[in-house]
């Protein structure tokens, strides 16, 4: 009889602690499904031009310019940069985003040519939905203390199209030098721009793999993120 109330005693414990097993699985994976599915507000889509109606952009859309686009022409206020990056949060896929608009930077035309351009971002001013992550990002991860701005300067000229200098979207490839975290790296970049109502709008993106600009990993426990991200941004020039 103590065999048979110990087997029983054996059982019930292997039960537990199977249940108990089964619960701390459970909330590993049925936790993290929950906050991303559930809580978690979707990220944004990545930054690009809003649709219009380019057909309606005339000679006369620059009131006064006469298509002269020449000159300096400065960053607007509602201009935006940051980053988007992949993550893995307990088994489950899901994207990082922070973002700033603060942001400094002008272009020049002379004739049909963009000849300079930059901008500049205050990295300590991105902002994520998660503080745990904003915290991750202006402490170890881009050391904001010490590399306050990341910044990226144009190196060859671009060559406007007519119909660019109209108003249509413009592609181009550009190639200039991108500092981050101390690093400076020449890189190239797709733009798509276009001038609207008086307005220069510029739109890419630029793949940054973490290694190369000295960037640790930026994976903590439980949350794994791959080896590259992207820095996105929506500029506005105005003048």
């Known amino acids: 009889s103590n065999l048979i109330a110990m087997s029983q005693s054996v059982k019930v414990w292997v039960v537990r602690g199977a249940i108990v097993l089964l619960a701390v699985l459970v909330g590993l994976v049925g936790v993290p499904w929950v906050y991303i599915n559930v809580i978690k507000e979707d990220a944004p889509d990545a930054l690009s031009l809003e649709p219009t109606d380019t057909s309606l952009i005339t000679s006369t859309s620059v009131a006064g310019s006469e298509n002269d686009l020449s000159g300096e022409w400065l960053l607007a206020t509602d201009s935006i940069v940051g980053y988007r990056v992949k993550e893995i949060l307990f088994g489950q896929s899901t994207e990082g985003v922070g ?104 739109n890419g993106q630029i793949e940054i793999v973490f290694a190369d600009w000295q960037i640790p990993d930026p994976s903590v426990s439980g949350i794994t993120v791959e080896s590259a991200g992207l820095l996105e941004f929506l500029l506005r020039f105005s003048r």
Do not use: C, H, W, Y
């Open 99 to 202: 973002r700033t608009s603060d942001v400094k930077g002008s272009l020049t035309v002379e004739g049909d040519s963009v000849v300079s351009a930059q901008f500049e971002v205050a990295m300590a001013s991105l902002v994520s939905d998660s503080d745990r992550r904003d915290r991750q990002v202006k402490g170890r991860i881009l050391d904001t203390a010490t590399f306050p701005t990341a910044k990226f300067t144009l190196t060859s000229p671009i060559v406007l199209t007519p119909e660019a200098i109209a108003g249509s979207e413009f592609s181009v490839a550009a190639t200039g030098e991108l500092t981050l975290r101390g690093v400076t790296k020449s890189v190239n970049v797709e733009l798509l721009a276009r001038l609207i109502d008086g307005i220069i709008e510029v």
